[in-house]
């Protein structure tokens, strides 16, 4: 025992023993002396916890300190209500009962000390004392919460409010009438047995539900609450509750009475003890109750915790996995008690009727068409050729859950996967079947990993086991991401969401599923071996595919997958698809149309499993865009985008004009589609085209500085700017600037000049809520604004100081993100792209395309993206005279210049 600990007991040994006697100490000096002994008990906890004293012999201590001192405060407020009484009383016909955490005897550094007055009736005396009481506490400078009820007040508020209820269902003494608390505990406990055992599981899994809902059904989330997130420790204490109501006697009782190996009890109340003394620290170092593990909160508790910095980890990295690996058995453990009681009623309800079982093949069982049990103590199991594998192979077939004794089954002979297993043929197959699969894949998947299987089979998947990935991007670990990119493609088999219909096809449709299922388990293994993970994960596939015997070709596609995993999310987002000959490359890189269905499907599953709402219909947009076209050059055999002749594109427009009852004359059709860029033939629609015209003519007509207009895309998700205007060198950043000062952010931006010097300028954007944006006034006064700086009777500067936002983080950083800036020379024919990874902040492309304009380096058009607090921005350049910059030293130069700009003492680095 720590020796701050031991202290601590003789502490509350001698508050104990001096309880008779606190009656006889003047108010304001046993007040003093209250003061100072919590004080004492306050410091002695933290040097406890410093230590390395338990979670669980932490929260005992503090809650047995809180006794003595509340034993006390009861024994002076006797006194003073009845100077006549003898030292030690009861006092008034009144009970003080600890209730939830504190009546469970576990009190965290700065938990809540909860307290019910309970009453057999209510009366001025009692509630006299009770008031003097309360004042004590309070006087003394203690925080707790309190109620005062009569016996029959407890049951109503019981029945009515279940949390309520729970709270008082771990109640104990603390001080007072026995008689009164024995009343109590008599009429609550019948209040229990008249809810019913089902009545009481149902409650249960509802909250449980609904908690899972609030946080994340995930136990591996980034940034957990140590206390309410699935793994947690309310899923231990909702353990304790249900098994209270179900007639255990503690947490020792439920072992014993057969519902889970001692085992995992063992191992689960050493998890709860981990992160009892987690939460502990948390508390310590907020100095107030705080149950989030924020990245900051765990960059601090880890060195705290005795946690170090290593090779391929952070302190705080290793500190996570040790929680999400406790986590993971607390989950384990809750999920197989509430499974084992819900079977336990469904077979009460046929009392004379044994369980249904009906054999399947190698020993198992389908118990009540829902569970998978063994039959014969697992000795057929093992000694079929598919030894485990076939447990999990039964369970993808009928889509049933394993019992608590074959997931014990499993786990107890994983030794038997051995070199044979992994190389036999007769595994691989079952391995396969199963990932052939077009649904509840994922399910059987998260099973194998949760009990160990799936990083024996594959060696190179264990390292992922927990591993946390600190990038302000993934919300989940390594492992867990992996897994649910094999959940979403599960979803794609059923799901009604009519812009995932091209994928939900391609999903069903596709004929090797298993290889793209290999392929999204591979993809990430090298995260957890340092930096440049996509090429440690395809470094790792030449030894992984011959040995499970993965055929040659299959092998070469999950080769190309994993490799190239990332480059369709690349390229649909960060570059140009109205370039023909950036389609024609990305088609010569994937080759076939299978790969690029498979590729499709995969980058979908990766992206939107990296964190709810990642994959949005605009993201989903930009890569249906580049399926479809590079599709069709695979199918065609033909360039995707022919040159488009001017006389071919004004017809279309003419015939449109036509249609629209519009007033354009051919030759002024003729003249504009002429003097615009290749590009913008290629890639803009009739009807835009005609829209753009009359827009020119609109600003020719009034002697307008510019014409501004506003289309709201619901269905997209943001509003579509126009503006035309005469081209002069940094319109880019007055337009990105005036956006910034109204709070609104650019999705992507299409500059387009005509000859005669016209500039069509698009812009996607959305507003500070990432919506629609729709408020008329603020496009009234952006117009204004616009005008006035085209005008000259304003500045740039001028417009972004009005807003105070400007420059700051989006979001806050918690770890250093460089800024990183590079050049692509090849990824346009008529422009050079300049990239840029920086912390995203208010006005970013603004302050970029301001100093760009003051190098004389016109933008053409922008691809803007986020990763979190990441901004990846792409910006087509060119010269003043519109001409591609090839001049290695000078994109160096500029480079250089963007990342002093935008650095500000963060991690800088240049890319060619």
Known sequence: MAQSLQLLAQLTRDLIEAVPAAGRWERSAFLRQLKDQHAAGGGLIVEAHREGAGGLALCAA???????????????????????????????????????????????????????????????????????????????????????RTIAECLRIARDDYQSETSMLEHRLVAGSR????????????????????????????????????????????????????????????????????????????AKRG???????????????????????????????????????????????????????????????????????????????????????????????????EPIEGGLALQEFHTLVLQDGGEAVLGRPQGL???????????????????????????????????????????????????????????????????????????????????????????????????????????????????????????????????????????????????KSAAALPEIIPRLGIPADEGRVIEFLVVNHMEMCYTAERRDLEDPALVERFAEKVGTAEQLQMLYLLTYADVTSVAPGIWNEWRGMLHQELFRKTLRLLESGEALHRRRQTDEVSGQVILEARAAASRVEGDLIR???????????????????????????????????????????????????????????????????????????????????????????????????????????????????????????SSLDEVLGGNRRFLRLKQRVHFDLPTVVGFDLMASEDATVLEVITPDRHGLLARIARALADEGVSISRAKISTEGPRAVDAFYVTDAGGRKIEDAARLRELCDLLTSLLGEGSPQSVVA
Request: hydrophobic residues 40%.
């Open 62 to 148: 503090r809650a047995s300190l809180m006794d003595a001192i509340l034993k006390q405060v009861w024994e002076h407020a006797v006194r003073a209500e009845e100077p006549s009484a003898p030292g030690g009383g009861e006092g008034p016909s009144c009970a003080l009962l600890a209730i939830g955490g504190y009546g469970r005897g576990e009190l965290s550094p700065a938990s809540d000390i909860d307290l019910l007055f309970v009453l057999p009736k209510r009366s001025a005396g009692v509630s006299r004392f009770v008031r003097a009481v309360l004042y004590l506490l309070w006087d003394a400078g203690l925080t707790i919460g309190h109620s005062a």
């Open 179 to 254: 008689a009164v608390q024995a009343d109590f505990s008599r009429r609550f406990g019948s209040h229990l047995e008249r809810l019913g055992k089902s009545s009481h599981l149902k409650r249960r899994l509802a909250e449980r539900a609904e908690r899972y809902r609030s946080w994340d059904p995930s136990v591996y989330v980034q940034e957990p609450n140590v206390k309410e997130s699935a793994g947690g420790l309310r899923d231990f204490q909702s353990v304790l509750w249900l098994s209270r109501a179900f007639g255990a006697k503690g947490f020792d009782d439920i």
């Open 259 to 357: 519902w889970i190996p001692g085992e995992e009890c063992r191992g689960a109340r050493e998890a709860y003890d981990f992160l009892l003394r987690l939460r502990a620290q948390l508390h310590i170092l907020a100095g107030a109750k705080n149950d989030m593990l924020t990245f900051d909160a765990q960059a601090e508790a880890a060195p705290a915790l005795g946690y170090e910095d290593t090779e391929s980890a952070l302190a705080g990295e290793n500190m996570m996995r040790d929680y999400f690996m406790r986590a993971r058995s607390l989950h384990t453990f809750c999920r197989d008690f509430f499974e084992v009681l819900e079977d336990q009623l469904r077979q009460r309800r046929w009392v004379n009727r044994r369980p249904r079982l």
């Open 389 to 535: 594998m076939g447990v999990f192979e039964a369970q993808y077939r009928f889509g049933c859950r394993l019992s608590p004794e074959l997931r014990a089954f499993v786990r107890r002979n994983l030794d038997t996967v051995d070199e044979r297993f992994r190389t036999s043929a007769e595994v691989r197959e079952s391995f396969f079947r199963i990932l052939q699969g077009k649904a509840g894949v994922a399910r059987v998947l998260h099973e194998m990993h949760a009990l160990g299987l799936l990083g024996r089979y594959i060696p190179e998947f264990e390292p992922l086991t927990c591993f946390v990935q600190y990038d302000h991007y993934h919300r989940y670990t390594a492992d867990e991401h992996t897994l649910l990119t094999q959940a979403s493609l599960d979803r794609l088999a059923y799901t009604k969401e009519l812009p995932l219909q091209s994928l939900a096809h391609i999903h069903r449709d596709m004929e090797r599923t298993h290889i793209l299922r290999l392929a999204l388990l591979f993809h990430d293994i090298g995260k957890a071996r340092g930096p440049r993970h996509v090429h």
């Open 671 to 793: 003249r504009h589609v002429e003097g615009m860029p290749e590009r913008y033939r290629a890639g803009t629609p009739p009807q835009e085209i005609l829209r753009h015209i009359q827009l020119g003519q609109k600003l020719e007509a009034g002697g307008l500085s510019c014409v501004v207009d506003v289309t709201h895309r619901r269905r997209l998700g943001n509003t579509l700017l126009t503006l035309v205007c005469r081209d002069r060198l940094g319109l880019f950043a007055m337009i990105a600037g005036t956006l910034a000062a109204f709070d609104l952010s650019i999705l992507d931006a299409k500059v387009y000049t005509r000859a005669d010097g016209l500039v069509v300028d698009s812009f996607q954007v959305v507003d500070a809520e990432d919506k629609v944006a729709a408020d008329p006034g603020t496009w009234e006064r952006f117009r204004g604004v616009m005008d006035d700086l085209l005008a000259g009777r």
